[in-house]
């Protein structure tokens, strides 16, 4: 158990660029979660995927983001002709399932920058 | 739209102390409300949680408290210490479903 894992830590683009980032789950936890966090803002609710099915999609993923999870296990998360408000750190987190018993558990984030 | 509101934005205490972060939430479907701390350059780590089935809960230095009737939950840090001092994050959800945050509280311990 080595943890969630979030590649790559930091990203500074300019706008109108694409960027991907990738997410490794802990392994054998089926449920992945992408977070985006702003300065000052607790973690706001983007994706999920239970294995590789990606079951809700929060309004605050426009159009040019995409999240995909191809074999259940590692996920990629891309943003197209990115804007400066995209700037944020965008967590990852994992769990086995989402229940009384079980954590879940974030990795250390990428921080993109868009300038 | 389900919120979370969370006080104080930021929290200064004395080592030894006791630090309170309180919450208050809409939903009252909402049935699990865990504190999550974060430290500088690292995700939110799960803390503790509690489900409204019961008022408090314990777990070494800190304590949930719960009052249902008035949707509102805090975090309770006994004997505050240096180390504490990191970003607090409460949070609810439903149904085992996403988790909604509170916008955290930064929590200062000094000697």
């Known amino acids: 158990d080595t943890g969630v894992s979030q590649d790559p830590r930091h990203k500074i683009t300019k706008r109108g660029q694409n960027v991907t980032f990738r997410c490794d789950p802990i392994?054998?936890?089926?449920?992945l979660y992408w977070y985006r966090q702003t300065l000052g803002q607790g973690p706001e609710f983007l994706t999920y995927?239970?294995?590789?099915?990606?079951?809700?999609k929060s309004r605050l993923l426009s159009d040019r983001f995409s999240a995909e999870r191809p074999k259940g296990s590692f996920s990629t998360l891309e943003i197209q002709r990115t804007e400066q408000g995209d700037s944020a750190m965008y967590l990852c987190?994992?769990?086995?399932?989402?229940?009384?018993?079980?954590?879940?558990?974030f990795g250390s984030g990428t921080q993109l920058s868009v300038l | 739209q389900q919120q979370v509101k969370q006080s104080p934005q930021s929290l200064i205490v004395q080592k030894g102390g006791i630090s309170i972060i309180n919450c208050a939430y809409e939903n009252t479907a909402f049935d699990y409300f865990p504190w999550y701390q974060q430290f500088p350059g690292k995700g939110p780590a799960l803390l503790i949680a509690?489900?409204?089935?019961?008022s408090e809960k314990k777990e070494g230095r800190f304590t949930i408290s719960f009052n249902k009737s008035a949707k509102q939950f805090s975090l309770h840090i006994m004997d505050s210490q240096p180390g504490d001092s990191a970003t607090y994050f409460c949070?609810?959800?439903?149904?085992?479903?996403?988790?909604?945050f509170g916008t955290g509280t930064r929590l200062t311990i000094i000697p």
């Open positions: 987190a994992s769990s086995k399932e989402f229940s009384t018993n079980e954590k879940l558990f």
């Open positions: 949070a609810a959800s439903w149904g085992n479903e996403k988790l909604t």
């Open positions: 509690i489900r409204p089935d019961v």
């Open positions: 392994s054998e936890h089926n449920r």
């Open positions: 995927f239970q294995n590789e099915a990606q079951l809700e």
